[in-house]
């Protein structure tokens, strides 16, 4: 599986876009790159996966790049629950063996 | 639609007593997950079940580390003598299958385990 590396923390003013992003430079061709959160005291919650293509869902984007050497998550309207650790994930095929990194530290602030 | 159930929520113990865990999946899940996230890492895999076949448990300390899935529904995870670096949130998690479309990871709340 292909080793991410993300920022360690970042803040966020609350309404405004939160762009997280991951460096995912030894990805495969056919590895996937999943994003999760987790917040405070709960398990972590999929927010979106994708191969080649952006993707977009009711919780959030996924842009990535041309060389699919990274990829960045996009929450356009932050929220103050949207404070949490945010997980970017290379694995291939299905997401039997998801590994965990340490995860970005998102603070979203009023 | 209810989510993943563990319990307990909490556990305090002594070293060398024993532990267990319990996680109820999702209603028609059929693939279930063990983590283990110690504070500050992320959630580290211990076993996955298909039904009740253990298919991965690379990573399960067996030794003192065991796990069923009766009946592929329901599944336990007990710690057997627990030791002080057991001390962790312990997250099942599951899906409805293990790959393809329909893989997305549903998590529970977790266990909070110290061990004392």
């Known amino acids: 599986d292909a080793k991410t590396t993300q920022p360690t923390s970042m803040d966020c003013a609350e309404g405004r876009a939160a762009n997280l992003p991951c460096n995912h430079s030894?990805?495969?061709?056919?590895?996937?790159v999943y994003w999760y959160r987790q917040i405070h005291s709960q398990g972590p919650q999929y927010i979106i996966h994708g191969l080649k293509n952006n993707e977009t869902n009711e919780m959030a984007s996924l842009i990535i790049t041309e060389d699919r050497k990274s990829s960045t998550l996009i929450l356009p309207h932050a929220t103050l629950r949207d404070t949490a650790v945010y997980y970017c994930i290379g694995t291939q095929g299905g997401s039997e063996k998801l590994v965990f990194g340490k995860g970005t530290k998102l603070t979203v602030n009023p | 639609e209810a989510g993943v159930v563990q319990s307990p929520r909490y556990k305090i113990i002594e070293k060398k007593q024993p532990v267990a865990f319990w996680c109820n999946p999702i209603s028609g899940h059929n693939t279930l997950y063990w983590y283990r996230q110690n504070l500050g890492q992320g959630p580290e895999l211990l076993i996955r079940y298909e039904n009740e076949e253990a298919v991965d448990d690379s990573q399960l300390p067996k030794d003192r580390f065991s796990a069923e899935r009766l009946k592929g529904v329901d599944s336990t995870l007990k710690i057997q003598p627990a030791e002080l670096g057991d001390s962790a949130v312990y997250l099942c998690a599951s899906s409805l299958e293990s790959s393809g479309r329909n893989n997305e990871q549903f998590f529970g709340p977790g266990t909070r385990l110290t061990v004392l």
């Open positions: 030894t990805i495969s061709g056919n590895e996937y």
